[in-house]
């Protein structure tokens, strides 16, 4: 059974900063690609960033120059550094990870996600 947790939701207010936290555990043989994705009150969930085991990152447009994302491959986690936050960042952030659980057997796994709230 593999679980993604998420950590360090809250309510902040606009200019402000939080630290998203994601672990992963269970029988794990290795973590491909970890993301966290954003999901706005009455909106389609969208992906924020990601970052591959090797190191390369992508950013939404949206964030770049202010969230970033960082992976501890050793402990299985990965962070979202969230910073300059604006009230558009609201709404629950949602951590993804491509999780090998043996030779072939490769699928997404999601968490329950953590809510983020910017008040302006």
């Known amino acids: 059974q593999v679980q993604l947790v998420e950590s360090g939701g809250g309510l902040v207010q606009a200019g402000g900063s939080l630290r998203l936290s994601c672990a992963a555990s269970g029988s794990i043989f290795s973590i491909n690609d970890m993301a966290w994705y954003h999901q706005a009150p009455g909106k389609q969930r969208e992906l924020v960033a990601h970052m591959t085991d090797r190191g390369n990152t992508g950013y939404a447009d949206s964030v770049k120059g202010r969230f970033t994302i960082s992976r501890d491959l050793a402990k299985g986690t990965a962070d979202l550094q969230m910073n300059s936050l604006e009230p558009g960042d609201t709404g629950v952030y949602l951590c993804?990870?491509?999780?090998?659980?043996?030779?072939?057997?490769?699928?997404?796994?999601w968490g329950q996600g953590t809510q983020v709230t910017v008040s302006s």
């Open positions: 993804n990870a491509d999780i090998s659980t043996g030779w072939g057997y490769t699928r997404d796994y």
